[in-house]
């Protein structure tokens, strides 16, 4: 055998009031691509930040070839040629690709001024533009790109600084079916030029298509080892949650009021000639598929109020509502879980007990006194319901896993006594077990009598979960199928624009 790239030994990390890794082991060989699994809270993200020079391990050796090595400090391990592309991506927005690729290393001229040589740095970044099959314009301001694009320019990032070993935190969950297939193609590029890679991801599929070897964390420790041969989804789930998972997707037909919710001629901003029409029953489960910026993200957030629709009615119960902000909405129990938790979903620097009973706060301020026993006893109750792994409810969201932070923005809304829920991406970034939790508490809730809507780009959480599919492209609703009507072709080729 080789020597590993990278080996760490028996690696422990604590923070107040958890053990995130206790003797964690875990080998990288040259040009293979790591698989990394586990649930959320089991302490993935930890491992890679330590090997990335964020956190300090308190226990544990580390080697790079086969040398000891200490890795002080991100530059530390950006030197030992360490590339980290993060579960939340940190770009700069305004800045464009090539600033941000080369950023604080630009290219200058020789004079004393050191003034930045614009177009050296333009041509060194299309080299990487290109090596990762990227046709944008190096010019581009960041915050024209899309998440999949800005991802592909951190990877750019990580290969100009010569990086051998590539962690990937989760790279897909924000990205679509086209996009993610793009990344995985890069991901074995990069390993067929030489480049080890950590892949860390909660959809099991990407790691059984990807991986040399996986490993599976469970409760920051070590659950086991498989080898290529050995990597299927049963068997990772196996090592995950230590048993096999019942049936994934809890699905019965349920019978409510028809055409509950009602949205007609709705228009958004971004397509101001294009009509959307739909309706969900109530204990019905309304998916909407569709590629990126088909206009799903939009007419949600048209419905809710968070951006002015310019036309169309929406009816509730048969009368006609009028929503001009997402107040207007909460006030019919009109919700929206949102897909980008650290924009809308979530205040990190709040305690899991502020965040999940925020919406809600004038409900316990009844006379101008919050009632914090009543607030607890509700924040209790979500966590124990969605099983939100964390010390207490005084623990602040920043300081959960990706994962749990998801589950404390559903959370806040299932605690408000919704009749129309609109999810946006609701399980990204959320393990099988808590996946399978979800959809069950999606039924329960569609069972009580709401209303759902469920945007996503899981096409098999699409397929598993939904009553009915819209399916959308460009703004418009190419076809809603019927549940024995839905198949992945079927969806695909409505989603592509045919009808
Ligand atoms: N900075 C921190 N302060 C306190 N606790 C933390 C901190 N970072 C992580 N933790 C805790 O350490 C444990 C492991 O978290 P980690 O983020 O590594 O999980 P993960 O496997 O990446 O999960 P996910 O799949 O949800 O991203 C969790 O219990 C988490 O709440
Ligand atoms: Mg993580």
């Not at 980008?340 to 965040?355: K, Q, S």
Request: some cysteine.
């Amino acid at each position: 055998m080789t020597t590993p790239i990278l080996e760490m030994q028996g690696i422990g990390k604590r923070f107040p009031g958890v053990v995130a890794l206790d003797e964690v082991d875990l080998e990288v060989c040259p040009g293979e691509i790591l698989g990394l699994a586990g649930e959320n809270g089991a302490g993935k993200s930890t491992l890679m930040k330590i090997l990335g020079g964020i956190y300090q391990p308190d226990a544990g050796r580390l080697r790079i070839d086969g040398r000891r090595t200490v890795i002080r400090s991100v530059s530390d391990a950006i030197s030992r040629g360490i590339g980290f592309i993060h579960q939340e991506l940190n770009v700069l927005d305004n800045l464009d690709v090539a600033e941000n690729i080369f950023l604080g290393r630009e290219p200058t001229w020789g004079g004393p001024l050191r003034l930045v040589d614009r177009r050296k740095l333009h041509a060194e970044a299309d080299v990487y533009l290109k090596r990762l099959g990227l046709e944008i314009s190096s010019w581009t301001p960041l915050k024209n790109l899309s998440i999949a694009q800005q991802q592909m320019v951190e990877i750019a990032k990580a290969l100009s600084l010569n990086a051998r070993i590539l962690i990937m935190d989760e790279p897909t969950s924000s990205l679509t079916l086209t996009e993610t297939a793009r990344l995985l193609e890069v991901a074995k590029e990069l390993k067929a030029q030489g480049v080890s890679i950590i892949y860390i991801s909660h959809r099991l599929g990407e790691i059984t298509d990807l991986a040399d070897r996986a490993v599976v964390l469970r409760d920051g420790r070590n659950a086991g080892v498989l080898a290529r041969e050995e990597i299927n989804h049963d068997a990772i789930v196996r090592l995950m949650v230590g048993r096999d998972l019942d049936r994934f997707y809890a699905h019965a037909a349920t019978a409510g009021k028809p055409q509950y919710f009602e949205v007609r001629d709705l228009r958004t901003i971004r397509y101001p000639s294009h009509r959307v029409s739909f309706d969900v029953a109530q204990g019905e489960i309304l998916g909407f598929a569709g590629l990126v910026g088909a206009g799903r993200s939009e007419a949600a957030q048209a419905i809710f109020g968070v951006e002015a629709a310019i036309g169309g009615t929406v009816l509730l119960d048969g009368k006609q509502i009028k929503i001009l902000s997402a107040k207007d909405a909460i006030a019919h129990n009109i919700y929206l879980v949102s897909e980008d938790r650290r924009r809308t979903g979530l205040i990190v620097d709040m305690a899991i007990r502020e965040n999940i009973t925020l919406p809600a706060l004038w409900g316990y301020a009844q006379a101008g006194l919050i009632d914090r026993l009543a607030e607890r006893k509700v924040s209790t109750e979500m966590c124990g319901k969605l099983n939100i792994k964390a010390p207490s409810i005084e623990t602040k969201a920043a300081n959960l896993s990706g994962g749990n932070q998801q589950k404390v923005v559903l959370a806040k809304w299932l605690s408000l006594n919704p009749k129309v829920l609109i999810f946006d991406e609701p399980t990204r970034g959320i393990d099988v077990g808590a996946k399978a939790e979800i959809y069950q508490l999606m039924r329960t809730l569609a069972e009580s009598g709401v209303a759902i809507i469920m945007i996503s780009s899981d096409m098999e959480e699409i397929l598993g979960e939904s009553d009915r599919v819209a399916v959308m492209h460009e703004g418009v609703i190419t076809g809603i199928l019927k549940r024995d009507e839905c198949s992945e072709e079927a969806i695909m080729r409505l989603a592509v624009g045919h009808r």
